[in-house]
């Protein structure tokens, strides 16, 4: 599809004659390459009554742009900072004396002598220190810097353009003014489109190789600022006056450019996915025509990041992506269907986003909430009941089942997207009886099988369905964790494909625990080089699936599960841990998530995922920065409020619990572990995946308490069928009390011994 067949379809009116070159003209040479940004535009904008966008979308290639900056809610000047820099970058929100279109958002400016000339950014020294200061790596200036390092030519129209555009120092050259925004920021359906197709074929004769065009941001005035604004444009006023903006630049355009239409940033203060689309030639050979768009970036059709904008560009010129940028070239699928499922796909990925980031912290809180009285009450009544042996019982065993459940929930949160609950009203409802539902045929597998005889064998089950939920997930894209409460929320921009952090998470927990309960029952077995070699078996593919790029594609994964992993296995093996061994364990993590990370960095920079881009961090001097940044990434998400200050707290007193049950009179602790011995030095194994795991990663905070989810409904199931069954035992043995307690010690010989007290 050219962009003279899109400029044909819609029928384009309104522009000078002059505007529309002959397909094949001088106007440009071969391989023009126009960026076309704006704001604040979303799918659900596009109808009949649009006829440019509707025409990108029955005849272009189509994605949802994910526009996050360092903040969830991006502005414009945010959208344009990304295209500059290739990274995420945004503006302080009200730098003194910048104009404020919106509560804590600022319009991009420039001053401009005259049409055609150099422009200089206002407050482009503070864009700079703020980027600088912000730790991601972001270098504003880095697309207008390289694009003249590689002697191309540039246009920019607009100020955000001038933005994009603008090299280290802040200025641009060959920028025109663009047209004026409303006193809000927005669109001014008043400005004349036929003077911005005057710019653009001004522009077009200085035969420039890329050109960077704004149209504008649509924009949501909340009722202050409407309040200040005389006759405010309403949003549809502002997104007809955009269709129109656009089809006279497609008028403007020569047949053989390629065309990026982008909305870069949120409208208002709800944060969206916007609108993507290309047309014309692609780099490589053939064309962005009827399908949907994707980036190695995500992953994901349909989906593309801001970021990928910029190594779009130069892709397209047949040049290297520079190395501060950290986007993937934006390619053409095929997939979609027609013009209604393309649509469908692209409104399913913006409704999703938002419906999992608005129900997804409430329905987890209120399942943990659900799970910890439920289970609280079941030991409470267990507790009590002395004389009535037969409901004692009974309650065990509900409660064993009802644990099994609940730890395969987050799993189930995963399956319920395999239909799409975010369609329509009562979402929350539909996902939690999605996610119920899941769980539930899950954990009949779990609870049905012969391994229910092993007191870890259901939760063995457990942890192994979870984790092969979420491996077969990433071997399969993504495609259901990408919107779910412990996937990678796109809306957030963490992960779009692989083990995010809470993924990570139970993916490695449940993991660890297969290996564990399988271990226990080959130890009772077959013996300890059976026991050894499952264990090791399971971790070298947990590792693997975690760490490869095209699968996890984790960094902070390998350094928690190698550890863990081999830690289990040479205790079971009766090898005594020493400092030396376990220098030598690290030294074997690090070496294999250098290999992987040094085999990824060799491909082309537009196709490593962050493993190779961590790598070319390093070689450019910024690895003890990323490093930096991860711990204080850590350290803020602790103290950013005071449940995330009870996490270490808690975990304090789990593992404290954990390693002497005596001393809190965990009695059905106690029997777990005389009854499954390996079980106390496997916590201490997966206490170290935890530590790690949490240390290695970014936002590492959010880990442990995503592991507890899974392993400790677990640990309680596994000590009610432990306490059900030496009932059962006392009870057949003919003994008076149906109640186990462990024997009775003086309290000065419990505290020598480690025995129990009471």
């Known amino acids: 599809m050219t962009v003279a067949a899109l400029a044909a379809g819609v029928g384009v009116t309104g522009q000078p004659a002059q505007a529309a070159p002959a397909a094949g003209g001088t106007a440009a040479g071969p391989g023009l390459v126009v960026v ?26 189509v994605g949802s742009l994910v526009d996050r900056s ?74 207008g810097q390289a694009l003249a390092v590689a002697g191309r030519t540039f246009a920019a129209i607009g100020p955000g353009a001038a933005v994009a555009l603008a090299g280290p120092d802040g200025t641009a ?29 001004a522009a077009l004769a200085g035969h420039p190789a890329v050109m960077v065009i704004d149209l504008g941001a649509v924009r949501d005035l909340p009722g202050a600022d409407q309040a200040r604004s005389a006759a405010p444009p309403t949003r549809d006023e502002q997104i007809a006056a955009l269709d129109d903006r656009l089809s006279v630049v497609l008028g403007a355009l020569p047949e053989n450019a390629t065309l990026l239409f982008a909305s870069l940033a949120d409208s208002g203060t709800a944060a969206h996915l916007q609108v993507a689309a290309a047309a014309g030639p692609v780099a490589g050979g053939g064309s962005y025509r009827q399908g949907l768009l994707r980036s190695g970036s995500t992953r994901q059709d349909g989906l593309v990041l801001a970021t990928d904008l910029q190594a779009t560009v130069f892709r397209s010129l047949g040049l290297a992506v520079p190395a501060a940028a950290q986007g993937a070239a934006i390619v053409p699928t095929a997939q979609g269907g027609d013009q ?8 399913d990925l913006d409704d999703a986003a938002r419906a999992v980031q608005a129900v997804g912290l409430p329905l987890t809180v209120v399942t943990g909430a659900g799970e910890a009285l439920l289970f609280g009450l079941l030991i409470l009544c267990v507790a009590r009941i002395r004389a009535a042996r037969d409901l004692r019982r009974r309650l065990l065993t509900v409660l064993a089942q009802v644990t099994v459940i609940g730890a395969l929930l987050p799993a189930g949160t995963v399956l319920a997207n395999l239909w799409p609950w975010w369609r329509g009203g009562h979402r929350t409802l539909t996902l939690a009886v999605g996610t119920l539902t899941a769980a539930l045929a899950l954990s009949a597998v779990a609870l049905l099988g012969p391994w229910r005889r092993s007191l870890l064998g259901s939760a063995g089950v457990a942890g192994g ?10 071997a399969t894209g993504s495609q259901l964790s990408l919107a779910t409460p412990f996937g990678g929320q796109p809306l957030i921009g963490g992960r779009y494909f692989g083990l995010s952090n809470p993924t990570f998470a139970l993916f490695g927990t449940g993991a660890f625990i297969a290996a564990l309960a399988l271990a226990q029952w080959l130890l009772d077995r077959r013996g300890r080089r059976s026991a050894v070699w499952a264990v090791a078996g399971i971790g070298a593919v947990a590792t693997l699936v975690d760490v490869l790029p095209g ?50 960095w060799l491909r082309p920079a537009d196709q490593r995922t962050h493993l190779g881009r961590f790598v070319q961090t390093v070689l450019d001097g910024g690895g003890f920065a990323v ?44 029997l777990l572990y005389a ?66 307690r462990p024997p009775r010690r003086a309290p000065g010989r419990a505290r020598r011994t480690g025995g129990t007290r009471g």
């Open 36 to 61: 076309v940004g704006t704001a604040g535009l979303r799918w659900d904008d596009v109808s009949d009554q649009t006829t440019t966008l509707d025409a990108l979308l029955s005849g272009a290639a």
């Open 70 to 143: 360092v903040e969830l809610v991006s502005c414009p000047i945010d959208g344009w900072l990304a295209v500059s820099a290739g990274r995420r970058a945004d503006a302080a929100r009200t730098a003194p004396g910048a104009p404020t279109p919106a509560p804590g958002c600022q319009a991009p400016t420039v001053q401009l002598p005259e049409a055609g000339g150099t422009a200089t950014v206002a407050g482009w020294a503070s864009y700079r220190a703020r980027a600088a200061g912000a730790g991601s790596g972001a270098v504003p200036g880095t697309f």
């Open 173 to 201: 050259a060959h920028v025109w003014p663009g047209l004026a925004a409303t006193a809000g920021g927005g669109i001014d359906p008043a400005g004349s489109s036929s003077t911005l197709g005057d710019q653009v074929t």
């Open 340 to 347: 209604a499922g393309r649509l469908q796909r692209l409104l």
């Open 465 to 474: 369905l979870t984790a092969l939920v979420l491996g077969l997930d990433v």
């Open 551 to 600: 699968l996890g594609a984790d960094v902070g994964g390998p350094p928690a599960l190698v550890p863990a992993f081999t830690l289990l296995a040479l205790w079971i093996a009766g090898v005594r841990v020493t400092w030396r061994r376990v220098v030598l364990i690290g030294v074997a993590s690090a070496a294999l998530l250098t290999a992987v990370c040094v085999l990824d």
């Open 627 to 670: 490093v930096q940044g991860k711990l204080e990434q850590n350290v803020q998400l602790l103290v950013s409020s005071p449940l995330t200050l009870l996490v270490p707290l808690l975990c304090v007193v789990v593992v404290w619990g954990l390693a002497q049950p005596a001393r809190w009179r965990l009695s059905t602790v106690e």
């Open 675 to 740: 009854r499954e011995p390996l079980l106390r030095r496997g916590l201490a194994a997966l206490g170290v995946l935890l530590l790690l795991g949490l240390l290695a990663n970014d936002s590492g905070v959010s880990i442990p308490p995503t592991a507890v989810m899974l392993g400790l409904p677990l640990l309680v199931g596994a000590g009610a069928r432990a306490v059900n069954q030496r009932e059962a035992e006392l009870v057949a043995s003919g003994a008076t009390s149906g109640v186990w």
